[in-house]
C-alpha cells in the first residue's frame, strides 16, 4: 500500500521527442505527488509537483498528468533536449509523513 | 546543494570500522532526512528528524544511529560498516512552517561511501 511503482527503469529518446514517465500508487490517502530531477553527481531536486485536485500541471516542457480513478500520474517532458538527460524520480505524500518514492528512471536524449 | 552540505564527500573504509556522516544546513529548516541510493532501487529513508528532540526510525535503519546535534547539524553513523551499506547517502531538509502546503526537500550533494 505505501510503494510507489515507476517505469520504465531507463529510457531513450531521440532530441525534440515526448519523454513520458509513469507511476502507479495504491494508498488513496496521498495527497501530494512531486517529481525530482537528479543530474549524475548531485543530489534530486524538486522539477514539479501536484495535488490531486487537479488532472494537470504544467511548467514550461513539463507537465504532469493525474488520474485519480486509475491511481497513476506521469511525466511528460515535450520537445526533449539533450540537456534534460538526468534521472527522474517520482514520489508520493500525505501531510507530515515521509515522501515515498519510486525507484527512478534514467533518461538519456540522444543528440 | 550550497545550503545542505555533507562530509565528507567520498569514503572508503573496512568492514567492522565505525564511520560517521555529516549533515549541515543553513536553510534554517527544521525537518532532516538521511536517504541511501542504490542503483535501481531509488531513495531509501534511514532516519528522519522533524526537529532536534524528534528522531524517527524509516524504512531501513537497522546498522545505522543518528544524532541531531542542533537545528542546522544531523549526522548518520554506522557502528560497524558492512559491505552492503556501500552506497551513496544523501542528506536532505525541508521547512514544516509552509501552512498546510507540502514542503520540498532541499537534498545535499551526497556521499560516496565504500566498504571494502
Known amino acids: 500500500q505505501q510503494q510507489v511503482k515507476q517505469s520504465p527503469q531507463s529510457l531513450i529518446v531521440q532530441k525534440g521527442g515526448i519523454s513520458i514517465i509513469n507511476c502507479a500508487y495504491e494508498?488513496?490517502?496521498?495527497?501530494?505527488f512531486p517529481w525530482y530531477q537528479q543530474f549524475p553527481g548531485k543530489g534530486p531536486a524538486l522539477l514539479i509537483a501536484i495535488r490531486p485536485d487537479v488532472s494537470e500541471k504544467k511548467e514550461g516542457r513539463f507537465t504532469i498528468s493525474f488520474n485519480k480513478s486509475a491511481k497513476q500520474f506521469s511525466l511528460h517532458i515535450m520537445d526533449s533536449q539533450p540537456g534534460d538527460s538526468a534521472t527522474y524520480f517520482c514520489a508520493a505524500s500525505r501531510r507530515n509523513y515521509q515522501l515515498i518514492w519510486g525507484a527512478g528512471t534514467k533518461l538519456i536524449i540522444k543528440p | 546543494d550550497a545550503d545542505v552540505t555533507q562530509t565528507p564527500r567520498n569514503r572508503i573504509t573496512k568492514t567492522g570500522k565505525r564511520i560517521m556522516l555529516e549533515c549541515s544546513q543553513t536553510?534554517?529548516?527544521?525537518?532532516m532526512y538521511w536517504y541511501r541510493q542504490d542503483p535501481g532501487l531509488g531513495l531509501q529513508l534511514i532516519y528522519y528528524?522533524?526537529?532536534?528532540?524528534?528522531?524517527n526510525k524509516g524504512e531501513i535503519s537497522d546498522g545505522y544511529s543518528v544524532s541531531r546535534q542542533a537545528q542546522a547539524k544531523f549526522s548518520l553513523s554506522l557502528e560497524s560498516a558492512i559491505p552492503n551499506q556501500t552506497a551513496l547517502y544523501f542528506c536532505?531538509?525541508?521547512?514544516?512552517?509552509?501552512?498546510?502546503?507540502?514542503?520540498?526537500?532541499?537534498f545535499g550533494p551526497g556521499t560516496r561511501l565504500l566498504v571494502l
Open positions: 536532505a531538509t525541508s521547512d514544516s512552517g509552509l501552512g498546510g502546503a507540502q514542503e520540498t526537500q532541499y
Open positions: 494508498n488513496t490517502a496521498f495527497d501530494y
Open positions: 536553510k534554517g529548516h527544521d525537518r
Open positions: 528528524s522533524f526537529d532536534v528532540k524528534d528522531i
